[in-house]
C-alpha cells in the first residue's frame, strides 16, 4: 500500500510538473514578447503608488511599504524567473518611490490651514500678481513670515480701486485683511481648492478691508518673469481692447482672469476651453514657429548655412525659447509637462529618431509625478496626457497610417483626407477625455471635436503667430504692431462666436451626477490595459472598461443636496428642475450645485412649489422614492423658534436641515443635519430610494488639508472649550489666571 501511494504521489507530481512550467513558460514568453512596451509601466506603478496616497492617505504609509516589501519577497522567491521577478520588483519599488515623493512633497510643501477666520493688519512681501479684472480685483501672494497664529503665506484680493501700479512682485504692502482658511469641497465629488492651497504652500486666503500701504516699492530685478507676464498681459490687453484683450492676454501667456464669465462659460460647453490653458497647442506653436524662423534665417546665409548644421542650430534655440516661454507664462504643470515633449522631440529630431512616441509619452509623465506628484489627481494631468496619448495610438495604427499615406490624387480628396483624418482624431479624443470630464466636471462638450477642426488650425496658425508679429512689431516701435492685432482680434472674435454657437446648440453639453470613484478607477487601469501592450488579449480589458464606462452611465442622481455651510439646501425634482432653499445664493454655489446635480440652468424657488409650505422661518415639503414618501423641514431663519414646536415638527419630519444647532429634543425619524453634523461631515448627497448619504468627509477625512481630519476636528473641538470656558470664567479669575502663566 505504502509502495502503492508512492507511485501515486509521484505520478500527481509528474503531472503537475509540466502545468506549472507551462504556466511559468507561457508568463515568460509573454513579457518578453512584451519588453519594448514594458518601460510605458513605469509611470504607471508611480502613479498608483500616487493614487494609494490620495486614497487613504499617509497614516497607511507603514501598511503600503509592508505591502511593497512583500511583494519584493515574492519576487524575490521566483528563482529562474529572470523577467517576472525583474517586473514585480521594479514595480513594487517604483510603487513604493510613488507613495514616498507625494508623501515628501506633501510633508515640506503643504501649509497648516488657519483654523478659524481672522481679521487684523498684517505686513507682507507681495510673491506674485494676478489680474482678475472680470471680477474687479487683483490677487496677491504675500509672505509674510513666520507667526503664531497665522501661516507664512496667503493669498488675498484687492478690489480694482484699491489697485496701486506699485502692486507688483517684491513690493512690502500692510493692510487690514480677513482671512480664513481654504474652502474644501462644497459638496461631494465638488472642486477641492484646499488640496490646490495645500500643495502651493497657501494658508489662507481673504480679502483686503480699505485701504492697501505701500512701505517699499518693488524692487526691479526681482520675480522678473513673473513681472514680465503682467506687463505682456497688460500690453495685449489695451491693444486688442476689452472685447477680446483677454482671451488674447490667455492664449499667449496664460492670464485668464480677465475672461468675461460667460466667454468662460460658452468656450468650456463648447470643447475649447483648452485654448486657455497654455499646453501643448500653444507650446508646439511658439516651438514649431521658432524652429521654422530660425532656419529660415540660418539659411539666408549660405557660408553660414554650409558649415552648420542648420536643423540642429534652430533646434536648439527653438528649446531655449520653448523653456523661456514656459517660464514666462507661470510654469504650470500642463505647461511643463508641453515643454517637456516638446524638448524630447527636438532632441529625438536631432538625433534621427521618431519624433513622438508613447516612451517619449511616458517619460515626460514620470518626470511630472516626480516633481509634482499631487497633479495626477488633477483634471489637467489627467486630460493632456490622454489627449496626447490618444492621439500616438490613433496615428501609430495600421489602419490610420494607411489611410494618411500620400497617394496620387486631387487637391480636393487631399484635402478631404486631411479634413477626416483631423476629424476622427477629434472624435477620437472626446471620447478618450469624456468619462475625465465627467469625473471632474460632471459635465462635457459634445460637439468639441467640430468645433475644434476650426479653432485649432485657426489658433494655431493665425491668431498666434499674428499676435507674436504684432509683439515684434510694437517691440520696434510703439504702435506699429496695430494693423495685426486688428487681424488677430478678428480671429479671436470668430472663436468666441463658434463657442457660444455651439454651446447654445440643442444637446451641446452631457451632463452627468458624481460617479462611482471604484469605476473610473476601473476605466482608467482598463484603457491603459488596452494602450500599453500589444497582444490580443489585451482586448480582454474591454468587459471591465464597458462595465465601468457602464456604472458611470447608471450614476443615481441626488435627491437632496446640502453644501458644506449648510446655508444652502437644493433639492432635485423628479422632473429635473432643482429647487434651492434660498433662492439667492452667489453663482459659484448655483453653478456647484447644478453641476452636482446634473442639471444646466432650471432652478427654481423652492417656495414656489406647489407642495412645498415656507414661510419666514422655514419650509416644509415631501419627495417621493420609490419606496416611500420621505416629510422634510428645512430652517432657513436665524430666529428661534419655540422648543416645543420645534420638538413637534421634527417628529413629523423624516429629515431636518438646519445649517445652526437643533436641540437635543428635535428627532427626526430619520436623519437630522444640522451644524453638529455639518462640522463633522461636511456637504452631503442624499440619496433616498437606496437610502444613504455621501458626504465630504468620507471621500477627504484621511487627507491633512482636510477641514474633517480628525487633528483639525480636536483642534476645534479644544478651541470651542477654551472659548465656553472663557465666557463662563468670572472676570477676576480670568486676570487672575492670565497673570500666573
Known amino acids: 500500500m505504502k509502495f502503492a501511494s508512492h507511485i501515486a504521489d509521484e505520478i500527481a507530481r509528474s503531472n503537475s510538473a509540466p502545468a506549472r512550467a507551462s504556466c511559468a513558460e507561457t508568463l515568460e514568453n509573454w513579457l518578453d514578447s512584451e519588453?519594448?512596451?514594458?518601460?510605458?509601466?513605469?509611470?504607471?506603478?508611480?502613479?498608483?503608488?500616487?493614487?494609494?496616497?490620495?486614497?487613504?492617505?499617509?497614516a497607511n504609509g507603514l501598511f503600503f511599504a509592508i505591502l511593497c516589501i512583500g511583494l519584493c519577497g515574492i519576487g524575490l522567491s521566483l528563482r529562474g524567473w529572470t523577467r517576472l521577478s525583474t517586473v514585480i520588483i521594479t514595480g513594487a519599488l517604483l510603487l513604493l518611490a510613488g507613495f514616498c515623493v507625494i508623501s515628501f512633497k506633501s510633508a515640506n510643501v503643504g501649509a497648516a490651514p488657519l483654523e478659524r477666520p481672522w481679521i487684523g493688519r498684517i505686513a507682507g512681501k507681495i510673491e506674485s500678481v494676478e489680474d482678475v479684472s472680470a471680477r474687479d480685483i487683483i490677487r496677491l501672494r504675500l509672505w509674510i513670515g513666520p507667526s503664531s497664529h497665522l501661516?507664512?503665506?496667503?493669498?488675498?484680493n484687492v478690489e480694482a480701486d484699491q489697485a496701486n501700479p506699485q502692486?507688483?512682485?517684491?513690493?512690502?504692502?500692510?493692510?487690514?485683511v480677513r482671512l480664513m482658511s481654504p474652502p474644501g469641497p462644497a459638496l461631494p465629488g465638488s472642486y477641492d481648492f484646499a488640496r490646490a492651497a495645500w500643495f502651493s504652500g497657501l494658508g489662507a486666503t481673504g480679502s483686503v478691508i480699505g485701504p492697501v500701504e505701500i512701505v517699499q516699492p518693488p524692487v526691479t530685478n526681482e520675480n522678473f518673469w513673473n513681472r514680465s507676464r503682467i506687463s505682456l498681459s497688460s500690453h495685449i490687453g489695451s491693444a486688442m481692447g476689452p472685447e477680446t484683450g483677454a482671451v488674447g492676454s490667455a492664449l499667449l501667456v496664460g492670464t485668464r482672469g480677465g475672461i468675461a464669465e460667460d466667454?468662460?462659460?460658452?468656450?468650456?460647453?463648447?470643447?475649447?476651453?483648452?485654448?486657455?490653458?497654455?499646453?501643448?497647442?500653444?507650446?508646439?506653436?511658439?516651438?514649431?514657429?521658432?524652429?521654422?524662423?530660425?532656419?529660415?534665417?540660418?539659411s539666408l546665409w549660405p557660408w553660414l548655412a554650409l558649415r552648420i548644421k542648420v536643423p540642429l542650430f534652430a533646434a536648439a534655440a527653438a528649446a531655449v525659447i520653448a523653456i523661456c516661454y514656459t517660464l514666462l507664462t507661470g510654469a504650470e504643470v500642463p505647461t511643463v509637462r508641453a515643454c517637456i515633449a516638446a524638448l524630447l522631440i527636438l532632441v529625438a529630431m536631432a538625433m534621427g529618431r521618431e519624433a513622438l512616441s508613447l516612451r517619449l509619452l511616458a517619460f515626460g509623465a514620470t518626470f511630472v509625478l516626480l516633481f509634482w506628484p499631487e497633479a495626477l489627481a488633477g483634471p489637467s494631468f489627467q486630460l493632456s496626457f490622454a489627449a496626447v496619448g490618444t492621439i500616438v495610438l490613433l496615428h501609430q495604427s495600421k489602419w490610420m497610417t494607411d489611410f494618411r499615406v500620400r497617394r496620387d490624387e486631387s487637391v480636393f480628396l487631399r484635402l478631404g483626407r486631411t479634413a477626416a483624418s483631423l476629424l476622427l482624431t477629434g472624435l477620437a479624443i472626446e471620447i478618450v477625455l469624456a468619462p475625465i470630464a465627467l469625473f471632474h466636471?460632471?459635465?462635457?462638450?459634445?460637439?468639441?471635436?467640430?468645433?475644434?477642426?476650426?479653432?485649432?488650425?485657426?489658433?494655431?496658425?493665425?491668431?498666434?503667430?499674428?499676435?507674436?508679429?504684432?509683439?515684434?512689431m510694437d517691440s520696434i516701435r510703439e504702435g506699429f504692431g496695430a494693423p495685426f492685432w486688428l487681424l488677430a482680434s478678428q480671429g479671436i472674435k470668430l472663436i468666441l462666436w463658434l463657442a457660444h454657437k455651439v454651446s447654445n446648440t440643442a444637446g451641446a453639453v452631457l451632463l452627468l451626477p458624481e460617479m462611482p470613484l471604484w469605476a473610473f478607477a476601473t476605466a482608467v487601469f482598463s484603457a491603459l490595459v488596452i494602450a500599453i501592450f500589444n497582444d490580443r488579449r489585451r482586448w480582454f480589458a474591454l468587459l471591465p472598461l464597458l462595465a465601468a464606462l457602464g456604472a458611470m452611465a447608471v450614476a443615481p442622481r441626488p435627491d437632496l443636496l446640502v453644501t458644506s455651510d449648510g446655508q444652502h439646501l437644493a433639492v432635485i425634482m423628479e422632473d429635473g428642475r432643482l429647487a434651492l432653499l434660498r433662492p439667492g445664493a452667489g453663482d459659484y454655489v448655483r453653478s456647484t450645485l447644478e453641476e452636482t446635480a446634473a442639471i444646466r440652468g432650471n432652478v427654481h424657488d423652492l417656495q414656489t412649489l406647489p407642495a412645498a409650505r415656507c414661510n419666514a422661518d422655514s419650509c416644509v415639503f415631501q419627495i417621493n422614492s420609490e419606496k416611500r414618501r420621505w416629510n422634510i423641514l428645512a430652517l432657513r431663519s436665524g430666529y428661534m423658534i419655540p422648543s416645543m414646536e420645534l420638538a413637534a415638527a421634527c417628529r413629523r419630519s423624516d429629515i431636518v436641515v438646519s445649517s445652526r444647532w437643533l436641540p437635543?429634543?428635535?428627532?427626526?425619524?430619520?436623519?437630522?443635519?444640522?451644524?453638529?453634523?455639518?462640522?463633522?461631515?461636511?456637504?452631503?448627497a442624499l440619496y433616498l430610494n437606496e437610502p444613504r448619504v455621501e458626504y465630504v468627509a468620507k471621500e477627504n477625512a484621511h487627507l491633512p488639508w482636510s477641514a474633517y481630519s480628525p487633528e483639525r476636528l480636536q483642534a476645534s473641538a479644544a478651541q470651542r472649550r477654551k472659548q465656553k470656558a472663557a465666557e463662563i470664567t468670572p472676570p477676576l479669575l480670568q486676570k487672575h489666571s492670565v497673570q500666573t502663566q
Request: glycine share 10%.
Open 35 to 58: 519588453r519594448e512596451r514594458l518601460p510605458l509601466l513605469i509611470p504607471v506603478a508611480l502613479g498608483s503608488g500616487v493614487s494609494f496616497w490620495q486614497a487613504y492617505g499617509p
Open 151 to 156: 501661516p507664512a503665506t496667503v493669498r488675498v
Open 167 to 176: 502692486l507688483q512682485p517684491g513690493a512690502i504692502i500692510v493692510a487690514k
Open 263 to 298: 466667454d468662460a462659460e460658452a468656450l468650456r460647453d463648447s470643447g475649447l476651453a483648452h485654448l486657455l490653458s497654455v499646453s501643448g497647442l500653444h507650446v508646439t506653436a511658439v516651438v514649431g514657429g521658432s524652429f521654422i524662423l530660425v532656419s529660415a534665417l540660418l
Open 441 to 472: 466636471f460632471h459635465k462635457t462638450g459634445v460637439y468639441g471635436a467640430l468645433a475644434n477642426m476650426v479653432a485649432i488650425p485657426v489658433t494655431t496658425f493665425f491668431i498666434m503667430p499674428v499676435q507674436m508679429i504684432a509683439l515684434l
Open 664 to 684: 437635543f429634543s428635535c428627532k427626526p425619524r430619520w436623519l437630522k443635519i444640522d451644524r453638529r453634523l455639518i462640522e463633522k461631515a461636511g456637504g452631503m
